[in-house]
């Protein structure tokens, strides 16, 4: 099963209010609004469980749903596949407006010696029943949040760059994660030599998984010459990191 949605990166307290209104020809039911704390969850084989609370700051009580998928990337997208290597209870309730719920989510696997794993759990709001002589859609809320489960040895992200010139005005940009924990990208910026301004530069939203790659074309009338050295200063949850590449041949 391949998704486009992401998750979001975890920050101490966070507090996520989601909310999705949809207007079309015909009139929609509106989707609720829930805040979820914490946004991300990391399990460990000395801390195997962890705890999610979901509130309800929508106006009417509504049902949830929790699944679980095994989070993978495959040429630069996102791979989910239902798994029972997590498991997460209740596993479905209802939530009273104002009211709130823990979720409990324990590991049922060794973690990996090497590497970091990456799982997701979606929380899919269950649409009631139409009432009689309704007209339109109903659009019920589906939110993802990440879990990862730390390896044996530390996990750290090594994050390592490419630039292909591809056509006349178009650079492939890339970033190839070797290490053996996930990164998140939230924006890059690109110099050229001996210069102090960005003649590229790209806001973001992507994981970056341990092994994994992502591309992006970009377009620029000022395109550097295959050979020519660039610098390249990026945003990260590990931090601000920069790196020096030179420009490939297609």
Known sequence: MRSMEAGLPAKACARLI??????LVCSMAQAGSYGINPVKL???????????????DGGQAAVL???LAAWSQADGQDVYTPTRELLATPPVFTLPAGASQIIRVGLRRAPDEERELAYRMFLQEVPP????GSIGLQV??????PIFVAPARPAKPILRWQAVRTAEHTLKIGVTNTGNGHD???AYKIYRAGSD???LSQQLFAYLLPGETRYWLL???VMPNPGESLRVSADTDSGAVQADIVVDKP
């Open 197 to 199: 301004e960005p003649f």
């Open 18 to 23: 989601l909310a999705v209104l949809c207007s």
């Open 129 to 132: 029943p139409a009432k009689p």
């Open 42 to 56: 990391t399990l460990s084989a000395q801390n195997s469980t962890q705890v999610m609370t979901v509130r309800n």
């Open 140 to 145: 019920a809320l589906r939110i993802s949040v």
């Open 219 to 221: 377009t620029t009338d």
């Open 65 to 67: 749903q929790v699944e």
């Open 184 to 186: 998140h990208l939230s």
